[in-house]
């Protein structure tokens, strides 16, 4: 079978669905699982009697593994079929999985939330690239609408189903609800998933790989740090993971930057060369430094000054995700047809306005304001990922796809982490402010919040800069591309199946020789 890039009228295969669907339950299960233990780690911290300094670990472990393994990625996907790594990456979060359930204490649960988090980090950008490889330009909005679904929906609902089953069943099943889901995925991924793009036999620059570790890592800890010394105080000073990680950054940039020449690069870095990539890549740091930070706060401020429950907490994102889910199909056809910058500049401003709402509450704020404006940030959220990733990746060569995918979830990761950061470092030196002159402790915690999402709409309001200046992908020829329109075939798939498909793309002869 032939599928040809510049031909619209392309119909998707009934086993590329298959494929896509798949990757689409399954990223959507790892990436829920993410976001429920927001509301499980105080209850968490009290059945496995550790203080709050230890018991952030379950949160702050699953961000570095992810952060270290994201950028791997690039070369995994060009190295590995699509097959056998999206097997490795559900067996490694349904072992994980698993392994938590059982749990008998921190030490293990904290083990098994390192394993959940190296399938995860995989799935986000293995879907990405599969969609950019299958899909035809002009059916690329709807796709990547559904993707920014899984992205912005379950972080949305995770608290929603962690307080549903913490009111009802107890911790352990937060993690056992998610054993069938993501089994069920495995089992028919690893019988129906055949490998949809040829890979290349490049061995992996084992120098790259620590480089990435410390650098990715040292970051991302470095900024969990600052919350958690904001918070309770920090065992180890926030300057040495920082530094470790400029460091370590430096060295792994440097080192990319020489074996690109070679296409040798663990993270090809000349995807950052399209204007619009990294406009869109910046856009993408703010909204998502802003959704994190206001998906940690907000059920926060419910429970520690409102007095909600887990469970009506979790309700209070529920609309948004809901909604989320309605117009992200919405959203990328009407990318597909007009592009996006009728849809960016819309939802960069409900986006700010939904947090700028947010600076109204008040100690007696009621569900229906924090509610109101979740929904708010929500449909712009929903209105502002799907163009931003699907003008993002189609600005690049269709060769890097997969580098393009792995710097979009390593900068996503580190936004999340940054925005988490932030906002509870804001909230806490404040609120610590309020109560050293002599502030209730609720008003104190409100002062904090509101100062948190003055902020915020400040980040909103560099959003819609930003923004202002995105477009739409010019081609899907790039000028690195042009020299021809060649044919390549891998010969043999890495899981021993038949011969892949045949792809005609637009490429140079040395570089389609190098991916046959």
């Not at 990757?23 to 496995?48: K, R, Y």
């Not at 992205?151 to 069943?169: K, N, W």
């Not at 950054?249 to 995807?271: G, Y």
Request: hydrophobic residues 55%; charged residues 10%.
């Amino acid at each position: 079978m032939t599928t040809t890039r510049t031909d619209a009228t392309d119909r998707l295969a009934r086993e590329h669905v298959l494929v896509i669907g798949l990757l689409l339950v399954a990223t959507f299960v790892v990436i829920l699982n993410e976001t429920v233990m927001s509301v499980a780690i105080p209850v968490l911290q009290s059945e496995l009697g550790v203080p709050p300094s230890v018991g952030q670990w379950l949160t702050t472990v699953f961000m570095l593994t992810m952060a270290v393994v994201i950028p791997l990625t690039g070369f995994l996907i060009q190295r590995i079929g699509t097959r056998p790594l999206f097997v490795t990456a559900m067996s490694s979060f349904t072992a994980g999985t698993v392994l938590a359930f059982v749990a008998p204490g921190f030490e293990v649960l904290l083990v098994a939330r390192v394993i959940q988090a190296v399938g995860t980090a995989i799935m986000l950008p293995l879907l990405m690239t599969t969609v950019m490889t299958l899909v035809p330009e002009n059916r690329r909005g709807v796709m990547m609408g559904n993707i920014s679904v899984v992205i912005a929906v379950a972080p949305a609902l995770g608290p929603t189903l962690s307080g549903l089953v913490l009111d009802h069943l107890g911790w352990r099943w937060i993690f056992g609800v998610m054993i069938p889901i993501a089994g069920a995925a495995l089992v028919v991924g690893a019988v129906c998933v055949r490998s949809v793009s040829p890979t290349v036999s490049v061995p992996i620059d084992v120098v790259s790989v620590p480089m990435a570790v410390l650098g990715f890592g040292g970051l991302v800890y470095g900024l969990v740090g600052i919350g958690e010394a904001a918070d309770h105080g920090s065992a180890v000073p926030v300057w040495i993971p920082f530094t470790v990680g400029v460091i370590g950054l430096c060295a792994f940039v440097s080192r990319q930057l020489l074996l690109q020449r070679t296409d040798r690069a663990l993270l090809d870095l000349r995807v950052f060369a399209s204007f619009q990539f990294s406009l869109a890549i910046a856009a993408m740091v703010v909204a998502m430094s802003t959704m994190m930070g206001t998906f940690i706060v907000v059920p926060y401020f419910a429970q520690a000054v409102l007095g909600f429950s887990p469970l009506a907490t979790g309700l209070l994102t529920l609309p948004g995700g809901l909604l989320m889910s309605i117009a992200g199909p919405v959203v990328g056809r009407i990318y597909d047809r007009r592009g996006p910058r009728v849809l960016v500049m819309p939802g960069a401003l409900l986006i700010t306005a939904g947090v700028w709402l947010l600076t109204t509450v008040d100690t007696t704020t009621s569900a229906w304001l924090l509610t109101g404006a979740n929904m708010t940030l929500c449909l712009g959220l929903a209105a502002t990922f799907t163009p931003l990733m699907t003008s993002a990746l189609g600005s690049v060569a269709p060769a890097r796809y997969s580098h393009a995918s792995a710097a979009l979830g390593t900068f996503q990761q580190v936004a999340g982490a940054a925005g988490t950061a932030l906002f509870i470092t804001v909230m806490t030196v404040v609120a610590a402010d309020g109560r050293a002159s002599g502030e209730a402790d609720a008003q104190a915690i409100t002062d904090g919040v509101r100062t948190v999402f003055t902020v915020a709409g400040v980040l909103g309001l560099v959003l819609i800069v930003i923004v202002a200046f995105v477009r739409a992908p010019k081609s899907s020829v790039h000028p690195e591309h042009t020299n021809a329109a060649e044919t390549f075939t891998a010969e043999t798939l890495p899981d021993g199946t038949s011969p892949a498909p045949t792809i005609s793309v637009q490429g140079s002869s040395d570089e389609l020789t190098r991916l046959s």
